[in-house]
Every structure is written in C-alpha cells, then in structure tokens.
C-alpha cells in the first residue's frame, strides 16, 4: 500500500489530485482496535479499476451508513468533503443545496479528528 497522505494532505489530495466521484464502495469496516473505533471504507478507482482507496477514520464522533436492497451497493455518484471545526466529514449522500456545509440532511456519513488515506 502507498501512504497518500494523513489529515490536512489527504484532503488536499483528495480535493485535487484523486477523484473519488464515479468510484464504488467495495467494503467498510468498523472496528474497535485497542479501545479506538476506527471505520475504514475501501473504494474501487473509477480510471483504474484494479486500483484501490483505501480511507481510514479514527477519532470518530459520528458515522451512519443505511443500504437498501432496492440500491446497488454502491456507486459514489456526489460525495461532500470537508474540515469542519477542526474535523474531517465525509458524506456519500450530501443535500445538493448545502455543498459547503454539513448538513443534517447529508447520509452515509463519516466525522472524525483524524483520516488517512492509501492507494493499492
């Protein structure tokens, strides 16, 4: 796996140089390791499907995920990515109208102090 940033140079990153739009959420995990949760999603790259991202959350202060069976599972077809109060939120399913901001209405969200992210 190559290290392609933590925090500030992974949202930079992710903001820039690797696009996450039209890419497929092929697993998230959701664990508790050494007392810590973290939630790490693994998405498949749009422009290399042999090519993977893999985005680790730790510091979590809320996450939702829902899936029903009617949906495919599932395509990033808008995704909202942002530092909020020092945090770091990620939302697969943001409210069109608020794209700068979160929203309550965003779903299938992640935010978290910290985030790391790598390519395999």
Do not use: C, Q, W
Request: net charge negative.
């Amino acid at each position: 796996m190559i290290n392609i940033g933590r925090n500030e140079i992974l949202f930079e990153a992710l903001s820039t140089e690797v696009s996450i739009l039209s890419s497929k959420v092929d697993r998230i995990n959701i664990f508790l390791k050494d007392s810590n949760l973290l939630l790490e999603i693994d998405l498949r790259i749009l422009y290399n499907e042999n090519e993977f991202l893999k985005l680790i959350f730790s510091g979590i202060r809320e996450y939702s995920f829902y899936h029903n069976s009617d949906y495919l599972f599932y395509n990033v077809e808008e995704y909202k990515f942002l530092r909020s109060n020092g945090l770091y939120y990620l939302s697969f399913d943001p409210e069109v109208n608020s794209m700068n901001e979160v929203s309550e209405n965003d779903g299938d969200f992640v935010l978290s102090e910290n985030i790391e992210g790598y390519i395999y």
